[in-house]
């Protein structure tokens, strides 16, 4: 996405922390609800809930006429997957997708969970890896010039782990709006890439699959899959860079816990 890259005020950071924590918590609904013999419908159902009773909005729904609150993507579904009857079991990657809007500003924040906490080697290494390649690249942010830094640190540990940040499809400013400028690729791409500025909001989002990096749209004009049916996993978090620091806005510690590995301390907006 091009365009001007809007800056928002630690007031304005502040109220997307509120969207943010809903998020989470939306999410963690989500997360227990993605048990053997569940619908995907009754992931978003649970996500849906959390968000309505926090008086919060989402802005999944009729996003471009997307008919759910979630994105829930299962297996070889990357992204976009839309909940419905689907029926979990044991093994499924489930990935979860979500955002909610307070007074206009906008949250958005996905996980990838094991249905029954239990999977092969590959794919448990699939997801903790997508989930640090998050990480890795929240706390290059935190240090970052250019948004070129945050997208090799994803691409760095996606290489370690001989994974593949699935083609064209990358993270994004938010702020008014869910999808804003800048784009925050996955991997590393030719050209500048923008400074990071105070005032930025960024939402990193790594998707890592096994196999081949491409992935093609389902008839549903929607779901995101790989081309070669190989498992994928999704992470999300949406940050604030202000003038003393960042603050995960989907994350009620601000990152305090993820980040501390990387020697980085969160700042409140
Ligand atoms: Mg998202
Ligand atoms: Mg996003």
């Known amino acids: 996405m091009s365009g001007r890259i809007e800056l928002k005020t630690r007031e304005q950071m502040r109220v997307m ?6 998020v989470e918590r939306a999410l963690a609904a989500a997360r227990a609800a993605c048990v053997p013999g569940a619908r995907t419908a009754d992931v978003d159902a649970a996500a849906a809930a959390v968000i309505a009773e926090a008086g919060a909005t989402s802005n999944f729904l009729g996003y471009h006429g997307f008919p759910a609150t979630t994105c ?37 924040s996905a996980i990838t969970v094991i249905v029954g906490g239990d999977a092969s080697r590959q794919d448990r290494a699939l997801v903790a890896a997508t989930d640090r390649a998050l990480w890795a690249g929240i706390a290059a942010l935190a240090t970052a010039d250019r948004i070129s830094d945050v997208s090799a640190a994803i691409e760095e540990v996606a290489d370690e782990a001989r994974l593949h940040p699935i083609d064209g499809y990358v993270g994004h ?8 400028a800048p784009d925050v690729p996955n991997y590393r791409t030719r050209g500048r890439s923008p400074r990071v500025r105070p005032g930025m909001c960024l939402a990193l989002e790594p998707m890592l699959v096994i196999g081949t990096d491409e992935s093609a749209i389902l008839n549903d004009e929607w779901t995101v899959v790989s081309v070669d049916g190989s498992r994928a996993a999704h992470w999300e978090h949406s940050v604030a860079v202000h003038e003393d620091g960042i603050w995960v806005l989907t994350a009620a510690d601000g990152g305090a816990s993820r980040l501390a590995e990387h020697g980085v301390v969160p700042v409140a907006p």
């Open 72 to 108: 829930v993507s299962v297996n070889e579904e990357v992204v976009h997957g839309i909940p419905g009857d689907r029926v979990l079991a044991a093994g499924d990657l489930v990935s979860v997708d979500c955002g909610a809007v307070v007074e206009g500003w906008h949250g958005d």
């Open 173 to 180: 400013g938010i702020g008014t709006q869910m999808h804003q």
């Open 17 to 22: 922390a509120r969207a943010g924590v809903i």
